[in-house]
T-cell receptor, first 113, second 112 residues
């Protein structure tokens, strides 16, 4: 079985541009979460979606948005990119909206120049 | 004050050594506790959950002290393959387990 897949693996953008990151959860998983990891820090929670509804939002500006599709894949969108948005963006999936294990994808490394 | 605080290290230890990592959390209502391991430029992977009674998985032992809001991880007989960053993780009471709060991580290098 395929794990959590994210695309692209690397991305270079310039300030002011927008970016769309994609995530496909493990087959059968209905919950997807997004995390941002800045170099030298732990991952920081951005969003959680379950059954296509937003179930949680971290402390990020409105430039960050996300959605989940009927097939449970997800997109993270970031508008008006800032240099500080440079980070590893991690997607994680799990099977139920309960207390069980998260499986992380290998992430998208975003560099904003 | 950060919600989860860890000593960033780095910890450089010889093979076979015992090493301990500590972590404190600020929200007394935190419900679940974990240690994750992250290799360089890779995704975090769950190492073990942490229970109030303490738990052990091979060479790894995790402890939780709710009164002191303190979590620890002990690694015995360190191997070269244990070199990684260890992330302390908590979830809030009533919150989804997918809304994890990570510490900044403690870097471990095991030397031959």
């Amino acid at each position: 079985d395929a794990g959590v897949t994210q695309s692209p693996t690397h991305l270079i953008k310039t300030r002011g541009q927008h970016v769309t990151l994609r995530c496909s959860p493990i087959s059968g998983h209905k919950s997807v979460s997004w995390y941002q990891q800045v170099l030298g820090q732990g991952p920081q929670f951005i969003f959680q979606y379950y059954e296509k509804e937003e179930r949680g939002r971290g402390n990020f500006p409105d430039r960050f948005s996300a959605r989940q599709f009927p097939n449970y894949s997800s997109e993270l969108n970031v508008n008006a990119l800032l240099l500080g948005d440079s980070a590893l963006y991690l997607c994680a999936s799990s099977s139920f909206d309960g207390n069980e294990k998260l499986f992380f994808g290998s992430g998208t490394q975003l560099s904003v120049l | 004050r950060k919600e989860v605080e860890q000593d960033p290290g780095p910890f450089n230890v010889p093979e076979g050594a015992t090493v301990a990592f500590n972590c404190t959390y600020s929200n007394s209502a935190s419900q679940s506790f974990f240690w994750y391991r992250q290799d360089c430029r890779k995704e975090p992977k769950l190492l073990m959950s942490v229970y109030s009674s303490g738990n052990e998985d091979g060479r790894f032992t995790a402890q939780l002290n709710r009164a002191s809001q303190y979590i620890s991880l002990l690694i015995r007989d360190s191997k070269l393959s244990d070199s990684a960053t260890y992330l302390c993780v908590v979830t809030p009471l009533g919150g989804s387990a997918r809304q994890l709060t990570f510490g900044s991580g403690t870097q471990l290098t095991v030397l031959p």
